[in-house]
């Protein structure tokens, strides 16, 4: 299958690089016109935080994925990376690499079920601009097909491996239903947006945000509509919250055993669950010890982490095997491309005689007879044809057999003097 790609990814280069490369829904836009033009019939674009890759059918057999890796750098305008920043892929390596994409096999985190649904939209898009036909259109069913297979029929994706996707799981063990649980969120950094976007994403909706800097609280609050409380009142106000989320970069512990004691005792026993996912650590440990403070720092955190991962490395085998199964399949229907137009124009030969035949006898028989006789004829030339046809699909979808297959196709052609 005459098909290229490259990617440069997590793997491949760092972060600046990556930034440097990506290509907004804008900018593949204005690219893609400029691939059709230049290096690739058919193909598509997909661009995340994490990865760049491009993948089509180039327009000469001479082009390959350094021509991609050129053209991508000359539309960005960047110097700055080589051809070993990019994994550089054809034929089959770039099929095995689309589908383990579509998996989540090559995600930063094993089984991350969220790039699916960005190769769906890269594939809408290369619809919509027209840069799919025959070919593309195959690889995009049966990437869509072994995504959704992985996520279904395996474990890949089960289990947070992440510490914000962990607290929140470890919350819903305790609290099945978010909807009404006053949720506080203690600081306004990376971990504490990722763990307050998780938490809506299960149906929270009392959530209060608290941060030194009251600007970054803000604009956390504005973004993902919360309330904010000041800082320097969140202590004093402890007892309102079901769960309380902390990852400050605080040097020592903003809540002390006394300030969780007096919210208890407030709460009149109401638990209260605690998630420290702060290095070092915002609470003192000893709340651990206070009734009704369910309490798990960023230790505890990392053992589910670690055990979901393994769990995830376990399906890598079932997934693969779902991956080797489509890849035949796909292959088996590339191959039998360039029989198809032979198999058709062999039947469509025979069908012209057979109305030929038939226009001869139509004013000489009942309408009725003529009818059984066009039914019996069509049964007929079926069972003629049938065996060559099947036997050449089977030469076809054989890879060890493709030139035979050819060959036959190619012989039809000149015995029966067939056209495309």
């Known amino acids: 299958m005459q098909l290229i790609g490259i990617s440069i990814n997590h793997n491949t280069a760092p972060i600046e690089m990556r930034e440097s490369l990506y290509l907004s829904e804008d900018e593949i836009r204005q690219f893609v016109p400029i691939l059709k033009k230049t290096i690739l019939s058919e193909g598509f674009i997909l661009s995340t935080c994490n990865r760049t890759e491009i993948f089509g059918v ?4 001479d082009f390959s994925s350094e021509d991609l ?12 990376c080589t051809k070993n920043n990019f994994n550089h892929f054809f034929s089959c390596s770039a099929i095995r690499h689309i589908f383990k994409v579509a998996a989540g096999l090559d995600s930063l985190m094993i089984g991350d079920s969220q790039i699916l649904s960005q190769i769906k939209a890269s594939f809408i898009l290369a619809q919509e601009l027209e840069f799919n036909s025959t070919i ?7 990437t869509l097909k072994v995504g959704k297979h992985a996520i279904s029929n395996t474990n890949i994706g089960e289990g947070a ?3 914000s996707y962990a607290a929140v799981q470890l919350i819903q063990k305790i609290y099945s239903n978010l ?3 006053n949720i506080l969120i203690i600081g306004a950094g990376e971990t504490s947006e990722l763990a307050l976007t998780h938490i809506v994403d299960k149906g929270a909706e009392k959530i209060t945000v608290t941060n030194r800097t009251f600007e970054k609280a803000k604009i956390i609050s504005e973004k993902h509509k919360t309330k904010i409380l000041k800082f320097h009142d969140f202590r004093n106000q402890l007892q309102l919250f ?10 020592e512990p903003i809540v002390t055993f006394a300030d969780m004691k007096k919210a208890i005792s407030k709460r009149k026993g109401a638990p209260i669950v605690v998630l420290d996912i702060a290095i070092p650590r915002d609470f003192d440990e000893t709340v651990n010890n206070i009734d009704n403070v369910f309490y798990n720092d960023i230790d505890s955190l990392k053992t589910i982490v670690e055990i979901n991962l393994k769990k995830r490395q376990q399906e890598i085998p079932k997934v693969e095997k779902i991956i080797e199964d489509e890849m035949v399949l796909l292959f088996n229907w590339y191959n039998t491309l360039n029989i198809v137009p032979t198999i058709k124009s062999l039947h469509n030969y025979f069908e012209t005689f057979r109305l030929d035949e038939l226009s001869k006898i139509k004013n000489k028989v009942s309408e009725k007879d003529f ?10 030339i079926g069972r003629i044809l049938h065996n060559p046809t099947i036997t050449l699909r089977e030469f076809a979808e054989n890879n060890t057999q493709t030139n035979k297959a050819l060959e036959i196709s190619n012989t039809l052609k000149e015995l029966f003097k067939l056209k495309d």
């Open 58 to 61: 180039p327009n000469n057999p």
């Open 179 to 181: 909807k009404n649980k």
């Open 371 to 380: 009818e059984k006789i066009s039914n019996m004829t069509r049964r007929l």
């Open 161 to 163: 491996v992440t510490i």
């Open 136 to 142: 593309m259109n195959r690889i995009f069913d049966a």
């Open 69 to 80: 890796r050129l053209k991508l750098q000359e539309f960005k305008n960047v110097n700055n």
């Open 242 to 251: 079901d769960v309380i989320i902390s990852a400050t970069s605080s040097p």
